[in-house]
């Protein structure tokens, strides 16, 4: 499975599904780079992802 935040199965799934489901790597990246970074320091909550999300969807 492609894994944009490695060892986060959670968020790695809706990435994917994404995908899956016709979103572009472009759409992908602008929502998930600004919490990258504290996904990887474990800082990162679901709100943050959910968030990020719909600030691209906005």
Do not use: H
């Not at 959670?10 to 990258?36: F, H, K, M, Q």
Request: charged share 20%; net charge negative; glycine share 12%.
């Amino acid at each position: 499975m492609f894994e944009y935040f490695p060892g986060n199965y959670i968020w790695n799934l809706g990435v994917v599904a994404t995908l899956n489901s016709g979103g572009t790597i472009d759409e992908v990246d602008r929502a998930c780079r600004p919490i990258r970074e504290a996904a990887a320091r474990g800082d990162a909550g679901t709100t943050d992802f959910m968030k990020a999300w719909q600030g691209v969807a906005d």
